[in-house]
C-alpha cells in the first residue's frame, strides 16, 4: 500500500501521472485523483449492479464500490490475478476503487505533451480517452475515470434538474468565458448555465485556447462585456486551469475577472493551490446549482464594485 502525494508546485502546467497497465496495454490517471494503492481484496457482489461494479469491499472503516476496469475497457471476463491492484481514487466528492493489473510508475510532464485523441478513433464522438501523453518512448492512454463513472452511475453526474430548484430565472447577457476539455461535460455545464438564463457562453476546449481568447480581448474598452466571469476546468491538455488562473491573476487587465475553478479535483489540497493562484471561487462537480449561484453572487458582487 502506497499513499502518493503532490508534488507539483502550481500553475507550472505540469502533470504527474500514473501509469498502469490491463491486458499490457499502458493507461494513466492523474495523481491527483489517487489516494492511494493496495493489493486487491476479495469483493462482495451486489446484485443488479452495472456489469463493470464488481461489488464492495471494505478496507478499514470505509466501504468501497469497486469497478473491473479491465472488464470495461475490454468487455471480456476478467482473468483476476492474486496480483492485480486496487487504485483508490477521490474526484467528484467519490471514493472509488479500480482494478488494474500492474502499477509502473510515475511519471511528470507537461500538459502541452498530451494531445486530444482523434474523433476517428471513436466514431466522432468523445471517446474514455482524455488524452494520449508522449511519456518517454511510450504512449500513454490517459483515461477520463469521471466519464466512466458517470456511465456506470448516472446520478453522480452533473443534474439539470438542479437548477429548476432555484426558482425563476432571467436570461442575463453577463459573457462567461469557459474552458473545459470534455465534450460531454461542456455540453452540460453550456446547459444548466442557459436553462439558468446564461445564454453568453465562449466555450473553449482547453486553457490555451481561453488564454489566446482573453488575450485577444484585454485591451478593448468592453472587455468587461466581451469576459465578465471565467470558469475553467483543472485538468486540460494544452494549458490546465491552474495555469490559465495563474495567466490571468497576474495580468495587469485581465486580474479583475471573476474566476471560478470548476472541477472534480476540488479537495483541501487543491484549494490552497487555486486560493494561491488567485480564483475567486473553487468548486468540485458536478455541483452545478451551485456554480450558478456562485455566478450570481459574484456578478451581482462585480456590478456594484464597477456600478
Not at 471517446?127 to 504512449?139: H, K, M, N, P, R
Not at 485538468?235 to 495580468?251: A, F, Q, S
Request: glycine share 6%; hydrophobic share 40%.
Amino acid at each position: 500500500m502506497a499513499e502518493t502525494e503532490i508534488l507539483l508546485e502550481s500553475g507550472t502546467n505540469e502533470i504527474e501521472i500514473m501509469e498502469f497497465t490491463i491486458y499490457g496495454e499502458l493507461y494513466g490517471i492523474n495523481v491527483a485523483k489517487v489516494r492511494e494503492i493496495m493489493m486487491s481484496d476479495t469483493v462482495k457482489a451486489i446484485p443488479h449492479s452495472h456489469p463493470s461494479v464488481e461489488g464492495i469491499f471494505k478496507p478499514r472503516d470505509v466501504v468501497l464500490t469497486v469497478v473491473d476496469l479491465p472488464f470495461y475497457l475490454t468487455g471480456r471476463p476478467t482473468e483476476k490475478q492474486p496480483k492485480d491492484l486496487f487504485i483508490i481514487t477521490n474526484f467528484n466528492k467519490l471514493h472509488i476503487a479500480f482494478r488494474v493489473q500492474t502499477v509502473v510508475g510515475i511519471q511528470r510532464i507537461s500538459w502541452a505533451n498530451i494531445q486530444k485523441p482523434d474523433k476517428t478513433l471513436n466514431n466522432g464522438e468523445e471517446g474514455i480517452a482524455t488524452g494520449i501523453a508522449q511519456c518517454g518512448d511510450d504512449l500513454v492512454t490517459i483515461l477520463d475515470f469521471e466519464k466512466i463513472v458517470a456511465e456506470i452511475a448516472p446520478e453522480t453526474g452533473i443534474q439539470l434538474s438542479e437548477i429548476d430548484q432555484l426558482g425563476e430565472r432571467h436570461e442575463d447577457p453577463h459573457a462567461i468565458v469557459f474552458a473545459e476539455d470534455s465534450v460531454l461535460l461542456s455540453k452540460m455545464v453550456e446547459q444548466s448555465l442557459t436553462k439558468a438564463g446564461y445564454t453568453n457562453i465562449h466555450k473553449f476546449n482547453n486553457g490555451q485556447e481561453a488564454w489566446d481568447y482573453l488575450c485577444s480581448i484585454r485591451d478593448d474598452s468592453d472587455l468587461k462585456d466581451k469576459a465578465s466571469l471565467i470558469i475553467t476546468d483543472i485538468e486540460m491538455p494544452e494549458m490546465d486551469g491552474h495555469r490559465l488562473t495563474k495567466l490571468v491573476k497576474t495580468d495587469e487587465k485581465l486580474k479583475h475577472i471573476p474566476l471560478i475553478i470548476f472541477s472534480s479535483l476540488i479537495n483541501h489540497e487543491m484549494e490552497v493551490k487555486g486560493k494561491q493562484l488567485g480564483a475567486d471561487e473553487q468548486l468540485s462537480k458536478p455541483e452545478i446549482g451551485h456554480l450558478v449561484s456562485v455566478i450570481d453572487h459574484l456578478l451581482e458582487k462585480g456590478e456594484e464594485i464597477h456600478g
